[in-house]
């Protein structure tokens, strides 16, 4: 499975912000598709997941309600909407999948198998 992470860029404060990430093949129903983001200098942490199914959707607890999650069954694709952005939002967006994840472990970077080369967000205030 390749992963492939766009439409990150340059957006002022307050604005809003839709990444995309294109999966290579169809997930099977039990996959998780995640967003995590990381900025210079600290750990990649989670922004999002949901269950390509659709029967679970998961969110950071510190952003809950300015992102969200969307799949594509049509396009194979994942999509993050970020809205009111923020200075502290800039960070490089990775898209990952994990066809065993369970629930209690979305959240877990190192949960996920496969990951994409990233797209980078920069807020400017």
């Known amino acids: 499975v390749q992963l492939q992470a766009s439409g990150g860029g340059l957006v002022q404060a307050g604005g809003s912000l839709k990444l995309s990430c294109a999966v290579s093949e169809r997930p099977v129903s039990r996959t998780v598709m995640g967003w995590f983001r990381q900025a210079p200098g600290k750990e990649r942490e989670f922004v999002a997941a949901m269950r390509w199914s659709g029967s679970g959707t998961w969110y950071s607890d510190s952003e809950k309600g300015r992102f969200t999650i969307t799949r594509d069954n049509a396009k194979n694709t994942v999509s993050l909407q970020i809205d009111s952005l923020k200075a502290e939002d800039t960070a490089v967006y990775f898209c990952?999948?994990?066809?065993?994840?369970?629930?209690?472990?979305?959240?877990?970077?190192?949960?996920?198998?496969?990951w994409g080369q990233g797209t980078q967000v920069t807020v400017s205030s």
């Open positions: 990952a999948a994990g066809a065993r994840i369970i629930n209690t472990s979305v959240r877990v970077a190192t949960a996920y198998d496969h």
